[in-house]
Each structure stands twice: as structure tokens, then as C-alpha cells.
């Protein structure tokens, strides 16, 4: 079930999922920020960070435990067996129709900017281009020295670093890290003058993806989240559609 929360009262009228307003700046938007997060892919399979009550734990340690910078360090063996495991369990699965809906969004505006904390490459499954992958793709290894970069979407990953021998860790963004270099400048550039921003999937949680509907939201945009829960961010947008993302997505254009 899809609960509707709108602060445009002319919205609340019984069944009507997506509001009067929300549709028609759907259809005369020009530059549109999406924001995404683990939920979009939630109805793939791919289970969320945090959400549900429970938080994702890895052999006794909470993600941002094993996720984390410190733990490059300190046991990259173990967090290489981490991200090996979730990389053969994403081999299989699927976009959804949330992720199916966005890549059709590409057609409809002048500008669609997509900005992805997923590390799935779902996305681009779908036909997503341009991806802004704010938090780096768990089918990347880095070299942990001299960045050299290397697919593992088609074979495994060099024992080291080819150019430079050194060690090779997940191309992913861990607490404490920086995001990849211009990422998150670009969609700055992009949140302050879009006109239409969707938050979808996320729990807000994690900056400085989070500050980015915040950006929309000062630059005048309308700000949409789709979420089965509230978020920190719910109080900040125009309107919050309470369900999931591969349910009401496809309501929102027709
Ligand atoms: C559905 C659904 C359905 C379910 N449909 N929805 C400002 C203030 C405080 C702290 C900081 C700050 N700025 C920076 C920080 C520190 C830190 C941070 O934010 N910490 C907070 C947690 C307090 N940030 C960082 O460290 C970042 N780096 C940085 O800031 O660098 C600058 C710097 C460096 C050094 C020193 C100082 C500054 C990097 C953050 C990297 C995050 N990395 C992770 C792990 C990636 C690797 C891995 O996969 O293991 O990225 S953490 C994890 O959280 C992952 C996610 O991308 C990220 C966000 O999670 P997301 O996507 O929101 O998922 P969930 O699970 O939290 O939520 C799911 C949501 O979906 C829920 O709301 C559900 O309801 C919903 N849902 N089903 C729609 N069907
Ligand atoms: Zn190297």
C-alpha cells in the first residue's frame, strides 16, 4: 500500500496517489536531480544498509565496521572477502521497474541528472547514462597506491596493482573517505539549479549525499522523497510519497 503525505492540501483527496501539483511540475519540468540510495534497489533483492530495525552486520561486524577506511588498513583480506561476497550474490540480479522508470526519465527532461549512493550499477543495468556514482562500484578495484583502476564486471581482479604492484582494494567510498574526485561537485553544480529533485530510497543518513535535496531545496526546486519511511529529510520536501520506489515511480509520469 502507498501512503500519500502532500503539504498542498488539494492533494489528500481519497486515491489519489501523486498530487496536482507534483504532475504538473513533472510535466513542465527542465532540469530534474535524482537522488538514490540502497531502497531503489531494495525490490532487486539487494537489502538496505539500515532501515527495518536492523542494521546489515558481516561476521559479527556492523557494515560500518568492515566498510570502513580503518579496516583497509588494519584487514583488507577481510574486506576484500566482504565485498567478493556481495559482488557474486549482485552477479544475479536485476534492475526493478524503479530503476527502469529513471532511465526513462533521461527522454522526457533537457537535463536529468542521476546521482547514485549505490555501488550496484543497477542503474546502468536499466540504461542509465552519465551515472554520478557518489560512493564509487563494487565491480571496480583501485590500486591502493597509484589509483590505477581495474573492471571486475568481465574477470577476476590482478593479484596487485599492474602498473605499480602495490595492493588493490574495492573502488568504493568508505566512511571516513573522500568521495571520488568532481563527483560531488558536479551534482552541487547540478542540485543549485535544478527545478525538480526526487530522494529516493535513502535514509538521508550520510553526508554529504544527504546536503544534496538540501541544495535543491535553497535553489528553489521542488523536492519529492520516495520512501516507505520518513527521513530526516521528509520535513524539508514539498512532498513525501510514502511506498516503494518500484511501485510509484511509474505513477508519477502517467
Ligand atoms: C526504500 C525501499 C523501497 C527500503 N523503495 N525506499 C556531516 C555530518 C555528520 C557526519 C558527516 C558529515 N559529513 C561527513 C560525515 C561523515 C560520514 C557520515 O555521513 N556519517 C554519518 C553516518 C554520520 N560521511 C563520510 O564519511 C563520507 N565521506 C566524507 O564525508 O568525506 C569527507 C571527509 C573525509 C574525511 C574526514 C572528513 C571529511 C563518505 C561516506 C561513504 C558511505 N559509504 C557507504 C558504504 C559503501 C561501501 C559499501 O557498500 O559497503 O555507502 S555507507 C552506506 O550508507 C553506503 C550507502 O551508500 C550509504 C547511504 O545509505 P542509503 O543508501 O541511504 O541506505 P540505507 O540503508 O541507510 O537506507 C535505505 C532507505 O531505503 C531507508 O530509508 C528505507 O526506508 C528505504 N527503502 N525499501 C524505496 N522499496
Ligand atoms: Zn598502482
Known sequence: MCFFVAKDLSATIAGMQISEELRRRFAEAQRVLVLTGAGISAESGVPTFRGGGNTAVWKGMRFDVISSAEMVERDLPAVWEWFDYRRDFMDSILPNPAHYEIARWQEQ?????????????????????????????????????????????????PDGCLECGDRLRPDVVLFGEMLPPGAF???????????????????????????????AKRAGAYVCEVNPELTPLSDLCDEVLMGKAGEVLPLIGR
Open 185 to 215: 561537485e558536479f551534482a552541487v553544480e547540478r542540485a543549485a539549479e535544478c527545478d525538480l529533485c526526487f530522494v529516493i530510497g535513502t535514509s538521508a543518513l550520510v553526508y554529504p549525499a544527504a546536503g544534496l535535496p538540501e541544495i
Open 109 to 157: 527532461f533537457s537535463t536529468l541528472t542521476l546521482a547514485t549512493q549505490n555501488i550496484d550499477g543497477l542503474h546502468q543495468k536499466a540504461g542509465s547514462r552519465n551515472v554520478i556514482e557518489l560512493h564509487g562500484n563494487i565491480w571496480r578495484a583501485r590500486c591502493t597506491a597509484c589509483r590505477s583502476s581495474y573492471d571486475m564486471s568481465q574477470g577476476p581482479r
